[in-house]
């Protein structure tokens, strides 16, 4: 199951979710969401859960792996976004 | 080629993009980028162009389409970045 292709879909996963991970911990850290933007979050988090229904139908385990992380960081900037508003 | 199945994938990657536009409006309309980390958005950039290798390798269009135009926005905004600093 893991072969080139999927490293390579791994390593992308790994970065693009990499890039989530400041703007968690500036958000947890500052206790304030004040920039960012909840129909943006709330847009990108159901695009993230079609990715990774998406990932499931053509049985690709990098997109299931990271869109599930993903999914978890964008649902946590939302949960932040409505609870330090 | 177009299933119900790369509909999803469409779908999906219209929301993840579309999630970036208002930051590349924000960004050209202020002339502006002193909030946005050019390292998050530079690991960003190489994770999508893996991303896009991916699904060149796994032949999947909703990816290729949905990669190469999330890739021009994550350019933009760099360019920006390096511009309006």
Do not use: C, H
Not at 15 to 37: C, G, I, N
Not at 43 to 70: D, E
Request: aromatic share 12%; charged share 10%; proline share 2%.
């Amino acid at each position: 199951m893991i072969d080139n292709v999927e490293i390579i879909g791994l390593i992308a996963g790994v970065l693009t979710t990499a890039a989530f991970v400041p703007q968690v911990y500036k958000t947890w850290k500052s206790k304030s969401a004040e920039s960012l933007s909840l129909t943006m979050f709330l847009v990108f988090f159901v695009g993230i859960i079609l990715w990774l229904i998406y990932g499931i139908s053509i049985n690709s385990p990098a997109m299931i792996l990271a869109n599930s992380v993903t999914g978890l960081l964008a649902l946590l900037l939302i949960f932040f976004k409505l609870r330090y508003k």
